[in-house]
């Protein structure tokens, strides 16, 4: 029986490599860098659910890392204080964080550009300010400690990097999956032009205020994944992991990968924590030449690393004849 040529597109089998590599990752690499790599994990459904908000729905927040907190802290302490299990408190954390943003974006999203900014800079403050001061329920900066691990789930237990690292995969691709259906549904056209032009679209018959606050409040639900599971693995939390500085560092994931595009939310969190890790020999120069490495890239590469990417594939089919019939999907944007 012939197999149809689409069951083996060149898109399955790279996914299929993918998935392999991936799968296998861990047992090619040492400890520290399976640590560096489950950070990374974090940052990626950090930077892909700001990316959601920021490069499809052209909103502008400053505010990420503070919902990051708010779902670490929220997951951390329903199972001190209530004594209630990570499985069942990792999705209360997601929709507190859910509910937060939603009452976040109903005032807030009715202004456009830098004022909007404004606001989600001073939410990131407010909410960094509790954290740091109201130390009965969060011990401040002196760190809320002795987090407990996922209780076992089918008989895996949480006591090595590994079953955190394959449960990181499972979130990101959950994280991934939902973002994909949305920017490419109508929810997704809607929130594009919403970002091109949101007075045409209020012409068109959209509704964007409502769609402003849906995907506000989706963005930062995702943001309160990555902040559970970070609680729970690191196990210790203090204020200092969800400051401006940090809502700064998530943007620029986004812009050096690529605004807009969902793999390039990922390629961007990858590589700006991956590289200060690759550049450590270079001792006290290594902040400057990953500064000057991100700042060339905002210059030269404007749609970001992922841009660089398509732009590369595109050269080498025209160079050696070779057809994007076959799979385009390398050249589209996400």
């Known amino acids: 029986?012939?197999?149809?040529?689409?069951?083996?597109?060149?898109?399955?089998?790279?996914?299929?490599?993918?998935?392999?590599?991936?799968?296998?990752?861990?047992?090619?690499?040492?400890?520290?860098?399976l640590q560096i790599t489950i950070v990374s994990?974090?940052?990626?459904?950090?930077?892909?659910?700001l990316n959601l908000i920021m490069g499809i729905a052209g909103q502008l927040s400053i505010a990420h890392a503070a919902f990051y907190g708010i779902g670490a802290y929220t997951s951390a302490l329903l199972t001190l204080r209530l004594g209630l299990s990570f499985w069942v408190s990792l999705p209360l954390a997601?929709?507190?964080?859910?509910?937060?943003?939603?009452?976040?974006?109903?005032?807030?999203?009715?202004?456009?550009?830098?004022?909007?900014?404004?606001?989600?800079?001073?939410?990131?403050v407010l909410i960094y300010q509790v954290l740091e001061r109201w130390e009965s329920?969060?011990?401040?900066?002196?760190?809320?400690?002795?987090?407990?691990?996922?209780?076992?789930?089918?008989?895996?237990?949480?006591?090595?990097?590994?079953?955190y690292y394959y449960l990181l995969l499972i979130l990101?691709?959950?994280?991934?999956?939902?973002?994909?259906?949305?920017?490419?549904?109508?929810?997704?056209?809607?929130?594009?032009?919403?970002?091109e032009d949101e007075v045409s679209a209020q012409a068109l018959g959209v509704n964007t205020y409502h769609y402003k606050v849906a995907v506000f409040s989706v963005g930062t639900a995702l943001a309160g994944i990555a902040g559970g599971f970070h609680a729970h693995y690191q196990r210790v939390l203090a204020p200092d992991e969800f400051s401006f500085v940090d809502s700064v560092r998530i943007l620029m994931m986004v812009i050096v990968g690529g605004m807009g595009s969902v793999s390039g939310s990922i390629l961007g969190a990858l590589v700006l924590i991956w590289l200060p890790e690759i550049l450590r020999a270079m001792g006290d120069f290594r902040d400057l030449v990953y500064g000057l490495a991100v700042i060339l890239i905002v210059i030269f590469i404007p749609g970001g690393l992922m841009e660089m990417f398509r732009r590369s594939v595109a050269f080498l089919q025209r160079q050696f004849g070779l057809s994007a019939s076959g799979d385009d999907s390398v050249v589209r944007r996400d």
């Open 1 to 33: 029986m012939e197999v149809p040529s689409r069951l083996i597109s060149p898109s399955l089998i790279w996914a299929g490599v993918g998935i392999l590599g991936l799968v296998i990752w861990p047992f090619l690499i040492g400890q520290y860098w």
């Open 41 to 49: 994990g974090v940052f990626v459904i950090l930077a892909v659910s």
């Open 94 to 124: 997601m929709v507190f964080t859910a509910f937060l943003g939603y009452l976040i974006a109903i005032p807030a999203l009715r202004l456009r550009g830098h004022y909007l900014a404004i606001v989600t800079l001073g939410f990131g």
């Open 137 to 163: 329920m969060t011990r401040g900066v002196m760190a809320l400690t002795g987090i407990p691990r996922p209780t076992p789930f089918l008989g895996i237990t949480f006591r090595t990097k590994l079953p």
């Open 172 to 195: 990101i691709g959950i994280v991934v999956f939902v973002v994909y259906r949305i920017v490419n549904s109508r929810v997704g056209l809607a929130l594009k032009s919403v970002r």
